[in-house]
């Protein structure tokens, strides 16, 4: 087993309304930053998990993603893995 | 008179609508009791309340954690009796995070929290436990107050045309088809985005969610 840093990156599926963004990219406008457009706004998880191998850590982020962490009906995700160091991530 | 039926309303780290759901069972005729949402379910029960509030503090995404929870886990067996569920707002969103209802409730657009009263009109859907002997067309007056009410199917608004008994008058949140309700295949599961419960008695500006509870409380006392 080794352990591994597993980041799950969690955003709105395109095409599905992101008033998030909408309304940052607005606050941002009126700070005086011309021409913002912000694609959208997600969300990030971290965490260390161990596991045999690269695979098997992606594959145990993949089945969480799949039961809990993601609403397929809103939402997509993009899932890193890199070997876990000493220090937080 | 029969007995009145037995109420549970699931109480979740973050609820704030357990009182006003607690006594509006009461008004209708209902015997409700507090229950934890970390216990599933007693046989006993034949309505499941799930009221509105930030279980767990909307953490991660509305209403994810709460459809863990053993309570919640239990309604499929309360259903399976014959009984009744009822989800608002919060509610609502536990519902659709533990796949009891389809679809999703996204954050409102335009985005914020908004708290007002407001009209919903029932559909020709409105039928079985939660509103027999509501024609369709009727008019509801009742309160809205969230900020992640924006219901989307992914099979767009022909997948929910017979399943949303309620339907809002002025879209307060961008939801697909102006839905503000959804029921479940067999009418006996009800996510309700506005809140009956809080549209219990006149003086505080409308009683026209009693309409809900009293329908479910015939319902059951017909139904054995």
């Known amino acids: ?89 | 008179m029969n007995a009145a039926p037995p109420a549970a309303v699931i109480v979740f780290p973050g609820s704030n609508g357990d009182r006003d759901l607690f006594e509006t069972f009461e008004r209708a005729g209902f015997a409700p009791a507090y229950h934890l949402s970390s216990e599933p379910l007693e046989p006993g029960v034949r309505v499941a309340g799930l009221p509105g509030g930030f279980s767990y503090g909307d953490y991660w995404r509305a209403g994810m954690l709460a459809s863990q929870a053993p309570a919640v886990r239990s309604l499929p067996d309360l259903v399976a009796r014959d009984g009744l569920v009822l989800g608002i707002c919060n509610g609502f969103q536990i519902l659709v995070e533990s796949d009891l209802l389809p679809g999703a409730l996204a954050g409102n657009a335009p985005p914020g929290f908004r708290h007002r009263w407001l009209e919903v009109e029932t559909t020709p859907a409105a039928a079985g436990p939660w509103f027999s002997g509501i024609a369709a067309g009727t008019v509801l007056r009742m309160p809205m107050a969230h900020g992640e009410g924006r219901y989307l199917h992914p099979d767009g608004p022909g997948a929910i045309a017979g399943r949303m008994p309620l339907r809002y008058r002025a879209n307060p949140n961008g939801s697909m088809a102006d839905a503000a309700a959804l029921l479940d295949e067999s009418g006996r599961i009800l996510g309700v985005m506005p809140h009956p419960e809080r549209a219990s008695e006149p003086d505080i500006g409308s009683d026209d969610g009693m309409a809900l509870f009293r329908s479910a409380r015939a319902w059951l006392e017909g139904s054995g």
Not at chain 1, 53 to 81: F, G, K, Q, S, Y
């Open chain 1, 1 to 89: 087993m080794a352990r591994y840093r597993v980041s799950v990156l969690v955003r709105p599926r395109p095409g599905v309304m992101d008033p998030q963004a909408e309304a940052v990219g607005e606050s941002l406008g009126s700070l005086g930053y011309p021409g913002i457009e912000v694609e959208w706004v997600g969300r990030t998880l971290t965490m260390v998990l161990d596991a045999p191998d690269r695979a098997a850590a992606r594959a145990t982020a993949d089945d969480m993603c799949a039961r809990i962490l993601v609403n397929p009906n809103l939402e997509t995700h993009e899932i890193t893995v890199t070997a876990a160091g000493d220090g937080p991530g």
